[in-house]
Structure formats: C-alpha cells, structure tokens
C-alpha cells in the first residue's frame, strides 16, 4: 500500500472551503500521524471535523 493510500483510508470525507480552508473528517479510529499528515498537506488552514464513528461497509468486488 503507498503512504497515499494509508491516509486516504482514514479520511471520510475533504472539502474546499472559503478563504483557503480545507474542511477534513477523519474516521473516529484514525491515528495521530494522519492529523499530522493532513496538515503537512493541506497547511494550518485545515479544520478537523468531528469524526465519523464508522466506517461504510467494504464493498466486494
């Protein structure tokens, strides 16, 4: 897995938001490094969510 693919699967959801912020929730399990990875990417301008408790179901393919 790359280093791409493990934040990503801790992130429920991102949105661009007004005058620069980044809007982040992250899954309520989520490790300290991914808050930390979140803000080396998208800058002090992130604002955290409240988290999601859950994560949708996976999906078979």
Partial sequence: MQDNDNFTHWVASIERGDCGFTYLRLYGD??????NEAINRFGKGT?????RQ????????
């Fill in 30 to 35: 989520a490790p300290t490094w991914v808050r």
């Fill in 47 to 51: 604002v955290f969510l409240p988290p």
């Fill in 54 to 61: 859950n994560r949708p179901p996976a999906v078979a393919a």
